[in-house]
């Protein structure tokens, strides 16, 4: 990482800004701390591209999809904005080097690791792919090698520049892609699928087995390496045996001649994912000190801050190692906040990891709320199921049939009443896990937040829709590193018993009280046909109370720590 450069900004939005972490052709990236202190790559596209006519549209849309890629082989997207001066999009920050450095100074990888490079790349691909992307640009420096494997990054966002481009090539003759890793058809301007990536998965698995590309060519001839890539066989020359197909069948000329990613996924070579370290020693040791050093790293902006609170005078610009706010910036600045010129103090990190990110808080009242409302709905089931068996073991048909009446209405009218509460409470706790979720996972939620009351009372979709919701709930709440779904036995449960409990309400409703029972022949009570039916429903409701709000606790818990973290 480098230092900031004195035309840097210090802030982009919310994101404080480190230092530099690269820059290419759609401007630079900076390493960020988010307002909650989370590590973050925030992108700022130069301003000659956001001039372009149609570019902020486009650009929009290709963050808005790549916001629903999800999965552990890519980078998330956090947060954007098209529409400022110069746009920015900002993604999860992924500690470690990029694959072209790892293989510029370890050299090319061994067969094992190469296969974990192509389990986990053919899972990222699936993930962007699934989102309705194609990443266009996948190469080595867009691969980031970490302990638990690749990770694939500025996947989508590259399908911007088309509104600055023609014919593949931009105004200056630059094309869009990466020479040497892309496929035929984008070399030839042609319209792009899926098949492009897979074209790019094998170019990339050459490089990291032999370190060098598939087609070469002298430094500066991009022309002789675009013809190689279109006309010529690739050198698979220092590529494992074992690997030899799957390379090969992925750098086929013809897109419908390469395997689709299904097949990719399905075949032995992508199917290797080894459960201990994947990688050399050497390069697991890489890793472990980029991870020391960005432990040691010092916010740039902590040392004005500390200065600032204790009253002490600041030191002069020349002395503080604090990076300065040059004069245009602060203008532009102060012109922002309606024409204030003196700055504002920053912040501590502290400060901002003990505030709520954008008024978020945690849905632990809404949750004493359901607890309180499946209790008292468990509550008065029971003590209809205990009423209704003593009437039926101690009283005559004829007493209960014109005395219990009264009784039996308002059994009824309390167990209406506790559902309506139920249910009132139970929405309003669903919607807002929903939206905490959402902050936790921006724009990578199926549905929009709406749904979450809504897809209840869909018919037939409510049998499918409220567990999709809450399966995306569930994983954007799982703690990162925890296996999302793998330890999702509370949610499965509850939608098990809640699916029962829904197709059998009618049942639950059919009759009530004295409708349970008919007069025997010697004038005692007896159960009607199938009377014992709504009865038992009624039992079931008490399991089902405890599921849900173990559900309840569990899925609360995670966000409040994930809130608190």
Request: glycine share 8%.
């Amino acid at each position: 990482m480098l230092a900031l450069r004195d035309h840097d900004p210090h802030r982009i939005a919310d994101y404080r800004l480190l230092g530099r972490l690269g820059e290419g052709g759609m401007g630079v990236v900076y390493l960020a701390r988010s307002p909650r202190g989370r590590m973050a790559a925030v992108k700022s596209i130069k301003a000659e591209l956001a001039e372009v006519p149609d570019f902020r549209r486009r650009f929009a849309n290709e963050v808005a999809m790549a916001r629903r890629v999800g999965g552990e082989w890519t980078a998330a997207v956090l947060d954007a904005d098209p529409d400022a001066e110069r746009p920015w999009v900002a993604t999860a920050y992924v500690p470690g080097p990029t694959l072209a450095e790892v293989v510029a100074q370890h050299g090319p990888l061994p067969e094992q690791s190469l296969r974990s490079l192509a389990f986990g790349l053919c899972r990222a691909l699936g993930d962007i792919h699934a989102a309705g992307l194609v990443h266009r640009d996948l190469k080595p420096s867009n691969i980031m090698i970490t302990i638990d494997g690749p990770r694939v990054i500025d996947f989508g966002i590259v399908r911007a520049l088309d509104a600055a481009t023609h014919g593949g090539m931009t105004s200056t003759g630059m094309v869009v892609g990466t020479p040497g890793f892309m496929a035929p058809e984008q070399v030839r301007g042609e319209r792009l699928t899926e098949a492009a990536d897979v074209f790019s998965l094998g170019a990339v698995l050459v490089f990291a087995a032999c370190g060098r590309m598939p087609f070469e060519a002298s430094e500066g001839q991009v022309h002789a390496l675009m013809y190689r890539v279109v006309h010529e066989e690739p050198d698979l020359t220092g590529v494992p045996e074992p690997l030899l197909g799957l390379v090969r069948d992925c750098l086929a000329k013809d897109p419908a001649a390469r395997p689709t990613l299904p097949e990719l996924r399905a075949r032995e070579e992508t199917l290797h994912q080894r459960l201990g370290p994947w990688l050399p020693a050497e390069i697991l040791a890489r890793l472990g000190q980029d991870a020391a050093q960005l432990l040691e790293h010092e916010d740039p902006g902590t040392r004005v801050d500390i200065v600032a609170r204790s009253g002490m005078p600041r030191p002069d610009a020349a002395d503080s190692e604090a990076p300065t706010v040059p004069a245009g910036l602060r203008s532009e600045g102060a012109a922002a906040r309606g024409g204030r010129t003196h700055e504002q103090p920053q912040r501590l990190l502290a400060d901002e990891r003990n505030e709520e990110p954008h008024g978020v808080r945690s849905a632990k009242h809404y949750a004493v709320a359901v607890y309180a409302a499946l209790g008292l709905f468990a509550l008065v089931s029971a003590g209809i199921v205990s009423h209704m068996t003593y009437l039926l073991n101690e009283s005559r048909y004829y007493y209960f049939t014109h005395d219990e009446d009264e009784v039996m209405a308002l059994w009824a009218i309390s167990q209406l009443a506790a559902g309506i509460g139920l249910v009132g409470c139970w929405l309003l706790w669903f919607a807002k896990v929903r939206d905490i979720a959402e902050s936790f996972a921006p724009g990578r939620l199926r549905y929009e937040p709406s749904m979450a009351i809504r897809a209840w009372f869909i018919p037939v979709r409510n049998l499918y829709l409220p567990k999709q919701i809450a399966d995306d709930i569930w994983h954007a709440s799982s703690t990162p590193g925890q296996a999302g779904m793998a330890s999702a036995g509370p949610l499965r449960t509850w939608w098990v018993f809640w699916l029962i409990t829904f197709v059998t309400w009618p049942l639950y409703w059919l009759s009530f009280g004295v409708d349970f029972f008919r007069g025997g022949d010697d004038g005692t009570a007896d159960l009607k046909e199938f009377g014992w039916i709504p009865l038992l429903l009624r039992l079931f409701v008490i399991p089902t109370a405890v599921v849900t709000a173990r559900y309840v606790h569990r899925l609360t818990a995670m966000q409040s720590v994930r809130l608190n973290a």
